[in-house]
């Protein structure tokens, strides 16, 4: 089992929908949560950061960390066209040089 | 400009030349991590850098070089390249705080033939 599992989509959407994008996890040590939003031939940048369990809202974007169950969400609300992108969880057990785990991405469309 | 330059954007070489991708940060953070991206893996980890002269492999190291001899610049080296190093390489740095989040250049598009 990889250490972080993601679907790679692709999800494909009306625009003005409400999208769900999740991660689930295995290891109980991950505390510090992300999601990165990137863009066709760029690179990521950060969208999302969490510490621990909780929400955490940010315009039409919420994040919410679940460790019980090991599983993290990105909610999207009012989806535009412009949301269109592979959106890519990450998620630590540390700070500093601890690497990243990513997931693979999910491509998301949101069709006008 | 500030941020993380990658250059060049776009390569094409052959198998078993040298070929060294260039990454320089204007931040002064003291991080600095070099992935490849490739469909159906998601972004993996090569090596990284906790400062200059120190290093450590990640999760595909082979086939790779890096160096660190000052804290700006991470270039990447692919001794002699392989088919399978077809891949998009992004370099990353991180100010080390907490929140360990790191930020991306734009990314370099290699292609050996």
């Known amino acids: 089992q990889k250490e972080v599992e993601q679907d790679p989509g692709p999800l494909s959407v009306p625009e003005g929908a409400i999208v769900s994008l999740n991660c689930t996890y295995s290891n109980s040590a991950f505390q510090y949560f992300m999601w990165y939003r990137q863009y066709s031939r760029k690179g990521p940048e950060l969208l999302m950061y969490t510490y621990s369990s909780g929400n955490k809202e940010d315009g039409r974007f919420t994040a919410q960390v679940d460790k019980s169950s090991k599983y993290i969400s990105l909610f999207i609300r009012d989806s535009q066209p412009s949301d269109s992108a592979t959106y890519l969880c990450?998620?630590?057990?540390?700070?500093?040089?601890?690497?990243?785990?990513f997931g693979k991405g999910t491509r998301l469309s949101v069709i006008a | 400009d500030a941020g993380i330059t990658q250059s060049p954007r776009y390569k094409i070489t052959e198998t078993g030349r040298q070929v060294t991708l260039m990454c320089h940060q204007t931040?002064?953070?003291?991080?600095m991590f070099w992935y490849r991206q490739d469909l159906g893996h998601g972004l993996r980890l090569i090596y990284y850098?906790?400062?200059?002269?120190?290093?450590d492999k990640g999760e595909v190291p082979d086939g790779y070089v890096v160096s660190r001899s000052k804290t700006e610049n991470f270039p990447l080296t692919l001794e002699s390249a392989t088919r399978s190093q077809t891949s998009v390489y992004f370099c990353a740095s991180n100010a080390g705080g907490p929140e360990n989040i790191q930020y991306f250049g734009a990314g370099t598009r290699l292609s050996v033939l």
């Open positions: 931040w002064s953070h003291s991080y």
């Open positions: 990450a998620m630590s057990a540390g700070s500093g040089n601890t690497p990243l785990v």
């Open positions: 850098s906790a400062a200059a002269d120190i290093t």
